[in-house]
């Protein structure tokens, strides 16, 4: 039998990232579909309604490449903060690519689940 | 925010700013009122905005630079991906380049394409000026080697050792080479920059940070 090299755990943390990097994009879709929010409460929104926790440097350029993939708009809005805030909102495009992306999600998430429970199952009857 | 704080974020901005050029006046305001927000916003979320809020919100935010690359090399493969002029697109080469190792081996590639296919329509166009001393031409070397050279027509014939190949030929198959491996170059170029972009949309999660 092969031994469990540390390469092993690394590559299944590089694997997590790269699960979470996929993740993100439609996430940050997602936080916009109730109107529009500015780039603190999405990260807020992230924080708290799923396991995404990013780095604020990342999510500020991907909001900038989402606009310029014309998924999203902005507008400059006064604030009661003392500054305005730049706020984003999904374009018709952006809801149709949501939409999309989601169904595509559900899909892949229920017919994975699936495979994944077999794996389990065969974990549970290994310790037996 | 005492001036420690504001000298701290002006300083910040202004690596970002130095790492944004290429973008237009506006993107750059744009993008740098942005983070002045954040920044504000988040250092002040306790009260007051200190030195020491600050930069743990900078901190959150990651190294100026590799922040700006993040926005610069976006935007500028966006602009790359709409263009089909070969020379918008190598202006967005050339920054891409300037930005990592991928853009530079793109540029090359780019820059080896489009100079190979203005040669062939170089050869092409000026065929009927020189007719004997533009085409294509082949020679066999004392090695036995056979060596092919495009000649341009620019100077004289080349020498008696050489056999023209192609003859008119070049007029029509020049064209079209050199047409062809333009498109080629510019789609191949392109295809690099989406793929690249795609590939480095995503970056950090909780668990790498």
């Known amino acids: ?128 | 925010m005492n001036d420690e704080a504001q000298r701290k974020i002006d300083a910040y901005l202004g690596g970002v700013r130095d790492g944004l050029r290429g973008l237009s006046a506006s993107d750059i305001e744009d993008i740098l009122a942005e983070l002045r927000a954040h920044i504000t916003e988040k250092a002040g979320l306790c009260g007051t905005i200190s030195a020491t809020t600050v930069d743990s919100t900078l901190a959150s935010l990651g190294d100026a630079g590799q922040l700006a690359s993040e926005y610069a090399t976006d935007a500028l493969l966006a602009r790359a991906e709409v263009t089909r002029s070969p020379l918008r697109l190598l202006e967005s080469l050339f920054r891409w380049a300037s930005l990592s190792l991928a853009g530079f081996v793109v540029l090359l590639g780019s820059v080896s394409g489009y100079v190979l296919a203005g040669a062939f329509l170089l050869a092409a166009v000026l065929k009927p000026l020189h007719p004997e001393a533009a085409g294509l031409w082949v020679s066999r070397e004392g090695t036995g080697d056979l060596s092919f050279s495009l000649h341009m027509g620019f100077g004289s014939a080349p020498a008696g050792g050489e056999r023209e190949i192609l003859g008119w030929w070049i007029l029509p198959l020049g064209l079209l080479a050199g047409c062809g491996l333009a498109v080629l170059t510019t789609r191949i170029a392109l295809w690099c920059a989406r793929y690249y972009r795609q590939s480095r949309s995503l970056p950090r999660s909780q668990s790498n940070q």
């Open chain 1, 1 to 128: 039998m092969r031994k469990f090299h540390r390469d092993d755990l690394q590559s299944t943390d590089g694997w997590e990232v790269q699960l979470r990097k996929g993740c993100l994009e439609l996430a940050i879709l997602a936080s916009l579909m109730e109107g529009k929010r500015y780039g603190l409460e999405i990260l807020r929104r992230l924080e708290s309604d799923s396991d995404l926790v990013v780095s604020e440097g990342t999510v500020y350029p991907l909001l900038s490449r989402l606009k310029n993939l014309g998924l999203v708009e902005s507008e400059w809005v006064e604030s009661e903060a003392g500054h305005p805030r730049k706020y984003y909102r999904l374009t018709g495009e952006g809801l149709r690519r949501t939409q999309q992306m989601a169904a595509m999600w559900r899909r892949f998430s229920t017919s994975m689940s699936r495979l994944l429970a077999r794996v389990e199952e065969g974990g549970a009857s290994d310790e037996r």
